[in-house]
């Protein structure tokens, strides 16, 4: 039960950022979440959109490096030490955590953490065995 | 071969007929070219001071200054209404020279580029695509009449309308491609966005010149295009393209030496270095009418084999050229030419060929950036690792060159493509 992002390789040049959204945008895609992580010189923006597969298309065709990767939505709930209760139990299987960021549902009561681990699928069921709500994708996509 | 009696000449026979041509070129340039008069005198010489091949080392040196200098026709040693045709170099390395061609030359010019395209697997038979610049530009025009003249048939595409080159290469069946490498592998990126597969195409050789490229670049032209690439030389100068040619042992390029002496030269002192040590390579046109050279100084850098050739021509041959002296940046001591870095790049699976080297000054010290384009295969949205392949080409360089540089990742397409000769050096330093 894991989601798809969109990883776009981006210049640290002014503007690339706004081409990536803009593009989106003209072709009616939503972003749910974004992260970017960078260097002095370049930087990777990632996304959450409700049509992963179509923002791949769109950014590709305009030229950027964008890539598919495979992550996991999970819920957390909105209070202190919510975030290390959902950790936990990846650092207990021994799992390495790449990154993740997280953002917050509409209703805003609880938050949406996006992981991603070389192990995906082992992950979801740690998560689930914890007792957390692992996300599906067209729940997210469409949130 | 094309012309085997010549192609496959007795070595003594060739000296011998190389000795008779240089006096006559000499003689020429004596009588013909205030230019050469005065440069003879002045050195206390004239054409019957050659008695051996090995005189013409007493010569001057002719240098593309010259050229320039007694631009535009100054150097022709016959008056233009005996000139048929005109190219201009290319200005890669600063102004233009011009070079005038007869009747004569041109015929000459033609048989050697026919010879050529026999040697990268041409036959009447052949389609070929000749993908050079027509024009001012020697190469377009000059595997023109060389296809004409083996009796293939010639399109006369041109360079540029990538999207047209591969069109007339699937709907015409070219089987032999004449470009640019660096537009081969142009060509071959634009295929692939086409969604065409070279090897569902009639292409069976690709002869390919007028810039440095590796034998790894080579490989990897021949693997993308589902081909077998030959290096062609020359330079407008000293004729155009076809000065010489690579054959299927691909172990140097014969020079055809019935219309050129080579010589390599220590490029500093100007001695003449024996057959088999690297040094600048120098040229005496041998039956040139229009524009005859004595000792033409070309920049590039190779070294000559006089050994016998498996495929039996018996032409000296000079071995791939690595770079032009002009070219040659110097990094903190250490002499780099662009077409290292290449064979580096080339040697590393999943880099794309499209890099640009930018030398700064900082601080008194020179540092070489190495961009390269990121390709799909490389893209991992770890920012780990990202700068695992920056690692990696760094240390592959470091070792190579022995000389640290500074790789920079950049976005597809964000580095200029050239339809000619590829632009690969800025160099920004100020000295």
């Not at chain 2, 026999?118 to 020697?138: N, P, R």
């Given at each position: 039960m894991t989601v798809k992002q969109v990883s776009v390789f981006l210049e640290n040049k002014s503007g690339r950022l706004l081409d990536v959204t803009r593009r989106l945008g003209e072709a009616g895609v939503n972003v749910r979440a974004m992260c970017v992580a960078d260097t002095s010189e370049f930087g990777v923006v990632r996304l959450i959109a409700d049509d992963p597969d179509k923002a791949r298309d769109i950014l590709r065709e305009h030229g950027f490096i964008v890539k598919e990767t495979t992550v996991i939505a999970v819920e957390v709930e909105d209070r202190p030490g919510g975030l290390s209760e959902i950790i936990k139990p990846l650092v207990d299987q021994e799992m390495n955590i790449e990154y993740l960021y997280c953002f917050l549902e509409k209703s805003g009561k609880n938050a949406v953490m996006i992981i991603r681990v070389e192990e995906a699928e082992q992950a979801v069921g740690a998560l689930k065995v914890a007792g957390f709500r692992v996300i599906p994708e067209d729940e997210l996509y469409s949130m | 071969m094309y012309n085997p009696e010549i192609e496959a000449m007795d070595r003594e026979e060739i000296a011998g007929l190389q000795l008779e041509r240089l006096k006559e070129t000499v003689k020429r340039c004596e009588e013909k070219v205030p230019f050469y008069r005065k440069r003879l005198r002045d050195a206390g010489l004239s054409w019957k001071d050659i008695n051996t091949l090995d005189d013409v080392e007493k010569l001057p040196f002719t240098t593309k200054e010259d050229l320039r200098d007694n631009y535009p026709f100054g150097m022709f040693a016959v008056p233009i209404r005996d000139i048929i045709r005109i190219h201009e170099s290319s200005g890669a390395t600063g102004q233009p020279t011009v070079v005038g061609y007869t009747v004569k030359d041109i015929d000459v010019w033609s048989e050697l580029m026919a010879r050529s395209i026999?040697?990268?697997?041409?036959?009447?038979?052949?389609?070929?695509?000749?993908?050079?610049?027509?024009?001012?530009?020697?190469g377009g025009l000059g595997f023109h009449y060389g296809v004409e003249r083996l009796g293939a048939s010639a399109i006369p595409i041109s360079c540029g309308n990538t999207k047209r080159q591969i069109r007339v290469m699937v709907d015409l069946g070219t089987t032999i491609l004449c470009c640019t490498p660096s537009y081969a592998l142009f060509i071959a990126e634009t295929a692939a966005e086409m969604g065409v597969d070279f090897k569902q195409l009639k292409l069976k050789s690709g002869i390919f010149g007028a810039e440095p490229w590796s034998d790894q670049m080579r490989d990897k032209v021949e693997r993308v295009l589902n081909l077998?690439?030959?290096?062609?030389?020359?330079?407008?100068?000293?004729?155009?393209?076809?000065?010489?040619?690579?054959?299927?042992?691909?172990?140097?390029?014969?020079?055809?030496?019935?219309?050129?002496?080579?010589?390599?030269?220590?490029?500093?002192?100007?001695?003449?270095?024996?057959?088999?040590?690297?040094?600048?390579?120098?040229?005496?046109?041998?039956?040139?009418?229009?524009?005859?050279?004595?000792?033409?100084?070309?920049?590039?850098?190779?070294?000559?084999?006089?050994?016998?050739?498996?495929?039996?021509?018996?032409?000296?041959?000079?071995?791939?050229?690595?770079?032009?002296?002009?070219?040659?940046?110097?990094?903190?001591?250490?002499?780099?030419?662009?077409?290292?870095?290449?064979?580096?790049?080339?040697?590393?699976?999943?880099?794309?060929?499209?890099?640009?080297?930018?030398?700064?000054?900082?601080?008194?010290?020179?540092?070489?950036?190495?961009?390269?384009?990121?390709?799909?295969?490389?893209?991992?949205?770890?920012?780990?690792?990202?700068?695992?392949?920056?690692?990696?080409?760094?240390?592959?360089?470091?070792?190579?060159?022995?000389?640290?540089?500074?790789?920079?990742?950049?976005?597809?397409?964000?580095?200029?493509?050239?339809?000619?000769?590829?632009?690969?050096?800025?160099?920004?330093?100020?000295?």
């Open positions: - | 026999v040697a990268g697997m041409g036959e009447k038979s052949d389609i070929i695509q000749v993908a050079y610049g027509y024009g001012l530009f020697t077998s690439a030959f290096d062609v030389y020359g330079l407008s100068e000293v004729m155009g393209p076809g000065v010489s040619i690579e054959c299927e042992q691909k172990n140097g390029l014969h020079i055809f030496e019935d219309a050129f002496l080579a010589e390599t030269i220590n490029p500093e002192t100007g001695d003449r270095l024996p057959t088999g040590e690297q040094g600048e390579l120098v040229f005496t046109t041998l039956n040139k009418e229009g524009l005859p050279l004595i000792r033409y100084r070309t920049k590039d850098i190779t070294a000559l084999d006089d050994t016998p050739c498996g495929c039996g021509r018996t032409h000296v041959r000079m071995r791939k050229v690595r770079g032009r002296t002009d070219d040659m940046l110097i990094i903190r001591g250490v002499n780099v030419f662009p077409s290292q870095i290449d064979a580096v790049l080339m040697e590393i699976e999943g880099v794309p060929p499209h890099y640009q080297l930018i030398v700064e000054r900082e601080a008194g010290l020179d540092i070489l950036e190495v961009q390269i384009e990121l390709s799909d295969e490389m893209f991992s949205d770890r920012i780990r690792g990202l700068e695992e392949w920056q690692e990696v080409i760094r240390d592959e360089i470091q070792s190579y060159l022995g000389i640290g540089v500074k790789v920079i990742l950049v976005e597809p397409r964000s580095i200029a493509r050239s339809e000619g000769k590829a632009l690969r050096v800025i160099d920004n330093r100020e000295v």
